[in-house]
T-cell receptor, first 113, second 113 residues
Framework: EPEVTQTPSHQVTQMGQEVILRCVPISNHLYFYWYRQILGQKVEFLVSFYNNEISEKSEIFDDQFSVERPDGSNFTLKIRSTKLEDSAMYFC???????????FGPGTRLTVL | KQEVTQIPAALSVPEGENLVLNCSFTDSAIYNLQWFRQDPGKGLTSLLLIQSSQREQTSGRLNASLDKSSGRSTLYIAASQPGDSATYLCAVGGGGSNYKLTFGKGTLLTVNP
């Protein structure tokens, strides 16, 4: 069964460093999302992406964040200068159409020291 | 701003019991509602998707209902098993060009053998 994959599973970085989190959505899906979950808190929406552009972003998704679909298969989230408060589990999701089931990847645990 | 609340926060039941998890949301202008399961330290597994025009969806021992006008959804689990132990998340999807999911904090379910 097709699934969303994410790499790495765990990333440790120093404050101020840039990180890139990678996702491979399900191959025929058109809508892509990033969410995050700070330990013990709700899953929060970060950004949605369709037709090679951002369709919606939350207030969390400031200028330090960017997303890209560099080729036909990968979807990346870049944090330019990480802060301690960026430590969280980051989930990528994809859906075939806008209102369809969103399938989530296993997540990347980001730890900022 | 959409707010999603899940009650109870935690539930412990003996194996074989039928149970109901509750979800409420403040803005009834939703596109869909999705129930997920999350195991500790893992990603989100989609269980059921209910479109806003639907009243319920069933998958095996799971049945989810939606009352959009009152802002409520329930997830019914029949004949619970220890393997059902997990956190169950409710998420509502926005409309228009925005399909982002807004999550509740979840119900931690423990099924005791």
């Amino acid at each position: 069964e097709p699934e969303v994959t994410q790499t790495p599973s765990h990333q440790v970085t120093q404050m101020g460093q840039e990180v890139i989190l990678r996702c491979v959505p399900i191959s025929n899906h058109l809508y892509f999302y990033w969410y995050r979950q700070i330990l013990g808190q709700k899953v929060e929406f970060l950004v949605s992406f369709y037709n090679n552009e951002i369709s919606e972003k939350s207030e969390i998704f400031d200028d330090q964040f960017s997303v890209e679909r560099p080729d036909g298969s990968n979807f990346t989230l870049k944090i330019r200068s990480t802060k301690l408060e960026d430590s969280a589990m980051y989930f990528c999701a994809s859906s075939g159409t806008g209102g369809d089931t969103q399938y989530f990847g296993p997540g990347t645990r980001l730890t900022v020291l | 701003k959409q707010e999603v609340t899940q009650i109870p926060a935690a539930l412990s039941v003996p194996e074989g019991e039928n149970l109901v998890l509750n979800c409420s949301f403040t803005d009834s202008a939703i596109y869909n509602l999705q129930w997920f399961r999350q195991d500790p330290g893992k990603g989100l597994t989609s269980l059921l998707l209910i479109q806003s025009s639907q009243r319920e969806q069933t998958s095996g021992r799971l049945n989810a209902s939606l009352d959009k006008s009152s802002g409520r959804s329930t997830l019914y689990i029949a004949a619970s098993q220890p393997g059902d132990s997990a956190t169950y998340l409710c998420a509502v999807g926005g409309g228009g060009s925005n399909y982002k999911l807004t999550f509740g904090k979840g119900t931690l379910l423990t099924v005791n053998p």
